[in-house]
């Protein structure tokens, strides 16, 4: 095992990000790009991050991973990305990880620097979504973004599902969930209605 908990702890400042980016070679066959369930595009946003372009780090990050920071703090990467890295032998894997928390918290601490997303234009449809857990809001925002008007019906008091309510805060920082939720919530216009208990039969009850 590659990493440690203490390290899924440690942030890099701006310079400790961009010297730990310079150790990845960006080798041709990007095995931790293969080993990454969804596909992020490893070597791309660490080149982003070797030229100063934080932001631009985690918006690669966002086009395979709706919530790149949360990804960043429990992805088991010792058995994943981190593990495939080309240099581990050599001089130890690159802390794939630790870049992805860095460029995460950085975006929140930097949000005037970010492009807004803008949905495309509404189609006029309206669909329901139960549960707000990581499926439920990974659904809503893809939809949203193709022009659905997406409402959430949450029976907890907070969306995340098991990320807010099944992994504790020292694991995962409630302040990258709850933004990383909001944020995009708000972006796309979507609604979530939390405290509420309805049932497939219900929804369809209410014309979606």
């Given at each position: 095992?590659?990493?440690?908990?203490?390290?899924?702890?440690?942030?890099?400042?701006?310079?400790?990000?961009?010297?730990?980016?310079?150790?990845?070679?960006?080798?041709?066959?990007?095995?931790?790009?293969?080993?990454?369930?969804?596909?992020?595009?490893?070597?791309?946003?660490?080149?982003?991050?070797?030229?100063?372009?934080?932001?631009?780090?985690?918006?690669?990050?966002?086009?395979?991973?709706?919530?790149?920071?949360?990804?960043?703090?429990?992805?088991?990467?010792?058995?994943?990305?981190?593990?495939?890295?080309?240099?581990?032998?050599?001089?130890?894997?690159?802390?794939?990880?630790?870049?992805?928390?860095f460029v995460?918290?950085?975006?929140?601490?930097?949000?005037?620097?970010?492009?807004?997303?803008?949905?495309?234009?509404?189609?006029?449809?309206?669909?329901?979504?139960?549960?707000?857990?990581?499926?439920?809001?990974?659904?809503?925002?893809?939809?949203?973004?193709?022009?659905?008007?997406?409402?959430?019906?949450?029976?907890?008091?907070?969306?995340?599902?098991?990320?807010?309510?099944?992994?504790?805060?020292?694991?995962?920082?409630?302040?990258?969930?709850?933004?990383?939720?909001?944020?995009?919530?708000?972006?796309?216009g979507i609604?979530?209605?939390?405290?509420?208990?309805?049932?497939?039969?219900?929804?369809l009850q209410?014309?979606?």
């Amino acid at each position: 095992m590659y990493v440690n908990s203490e390290e899924k702890t440690k942030l890099f400042k701006p310079p400790e990000a961009i010297f730990e980016a310079s150790r990845c070679i960006e080798c041709d066959s990007a095995p931790c790009v293969k080993a990454c369930p969804v596909g992020v595009d490893i070597p791309m946003f660490i080149g982003r991050i070797k030229m100063g372009d934080f932001i631009g780090a985690n918006k690669i990050i966002k086009e395979k991973c709706y919530f790149p920071g949360v990804c960043g703090y429990v992805c088991p990467v010792e058995k994943l990305c981190v593990q495939r890295c080309c240099i581990t032998e050599l001089l130890g894997p690159v802390k794939i990880n630790q870049l992805q928390q860095f460029v995460a918290e950085y975006e929140i601490e930097h949000k005037d620097e970010i492009e807004k997303i803008l949905p495309k234009k509404m189609n006029g449809k309206k669909i329901g979504i139960l549960g707000a857990g990581p499926a439920g809001l990974s659904s809503a925002f893809w939809l949203a973004e193709k022009g659905y008007q997406v409402t959430i019906y949450e029976l907890k008091e907070f969306p995340g599902g098991m990320m807010t309510y099944g992994i504790p805060q020292y694991r995962l920082p409630r302040k990258i969930l709850l933004t990383e939720i909001n944020d995009r919530v708000q972006e796309l216009g979507i609604e979530i209605k939390t405290n509420t208990a309805i049932g497939i039969k219900e929804l369809l009850q209410m014309a979606y």
